[in-house]
């Protein structure tokens, strides 16, 4: 088999770096489908030649094969996934539905969306990938063009703004209105929120229902960070808020692992939990059960979550269509980090 010059094999990665053209301009060449102009083509068609590459996966595909395989690819930090609990669960639950059909799961942690789509176009161009999973949506999302383009079968783990892309997702609103209407009838009135990326749709959608839900009480929203949701980011976030003048006496975090550095600030500034300051994750896991106090949390079943993700999936790639759903709604499972404010700042 010929070799790229660093003695790989070649790829279509490689002969669109050698052409300086994309990924999808490659695909469409070889495959003879239109998008490229005659004298892009040839040239791509003779770098492909000069290299050595042979379309194999492709063409075991286009005579009904399958790859057997699905693809997720994150655009987070790799350290992120292995801190926070949110992704392997739902991981777990992909893989729970995905193994018993003996398929397997293609995982890529890329730095953004750019590379995301690179990746999505590589697979679906070399047929790794029968199907994707999509997460952490944007409202303005460009991987959902390329989707569409490439006519790959997805299916998205959280709402989609806008567009037909089958989603399996969460309840969003009713779970941040619980959280409040809890805090409210403590007596709190003066709540923070520590919010995930700003770019999320999710997190859009979570600050909303959580102006939205003071609103009703006839509060202000005033006290809302947004973050990368790394540990770093909520204690750096937990100690704005606490340095405040007029300080919250509640603060709900988006995921467990803020909210568990948020306690361990609170502890360092002599900050009373729960007496002074009540703390709410976003998420339940070990991390909110082993600490001290132990954390109130939003607990739901994420296993379920990344499995029924894989079941819409699979049904997508062999039907052409899978119907969207709402997940069950999550529970607020109170615990030590919770109570009565001792006095109520501002």
């Known amino acids: 088999m010929p070799m790229n010059p660093d003695g790989r094999r070649p790829t279509i990665a490689s002969i669109a770096a050698r052409a300086g053209v994309s990924i999808g301009a490659v695909s469409y060449a070889l495959n003879g489908r239109p998008g490229v102009s005659p004298q892009t083509r040839r040239r791509i068609i003779d770098i492909a030649n000069d290299l050595g590459w042979r379309p194999s996966v492709a063409a075991r595909s ?125 007596g709190h009135r003066r709540i923070a929120r520590v919010a995930g990326l700003p770019v999320l749709n999710h997190t ?44 919250p006496t509640a603060i709900i975090f988006d995921n467990d692992l803020m909210a568990v550095a948020a306690l361990n600030v609170a502890q360092e500034m002599g900050v009373a939990v729960p007496g002074e300051l009540s703390i709410v994750a976003g998420d339940d896991s070990q991390l909110c059960a082993l600490v001290h106090p132990a954390l109130t949390a939003l607990a739901w079943d994420i296993q379920a979550y990344g499995a029924h993700t894989a079941r819409a999936l699979l049904q997508r790639i062999d039907d052409g269509h899978a119907p969207s759903r709402r997940e069950q709604p999550a529970t607020l499972v109170v615990r030590g980090s919770t109570a009565a404010p001792v006095r109520v700042a501002g």
Request: proline share 4%.
């Open 204 to 247: 859009r959608v979570r600050i909303a229902a959580f102006t939205g839900a003071m609103r009703e009480h006839g509060l202000p929203a005033r006290d809302i960070l947004t973050t990368d949701y790394t540990w770093e980011e909520g204690a750096r976030a937990t100690r704005t808020l606490l340095s405040r003048r007029t300080r």
């Open 62 to 186: 286009m005579v009904g094969s399958r790859a057997h395989s699905v693809g997720l690819i994150l655009a987070r930090p790799a350290d992120t996934l292995g801190a926070e609990p949110f992704f392997m669960r739902f991981i777990a639950g992909l893989e729970r539905e995905l193994s018993a059909r003996r398929i397997a799961l293609l995982l890529q942690i890329v730095e953004d969306h750019a590379a995301a789509i690179e990746a999505m176009r590589l697979w679906w161009a070399e047929r790794r990938v029968d199907g994707m999973v999509v997460t952490d949506l944007w409202d303005r999302d460009e991987r959902l063009a390329v989707i569409a383009e490439l006519g790959l079968p997805a299916v998205a783990a959280g709402r989609v703004p806008g567009g037909d892309l089958p989603s399996v997702s969460t309840d969003d609103e009713a779970a941040v209105a619980a959280v409040v209407d809890y805090l409210v009838a403590l």
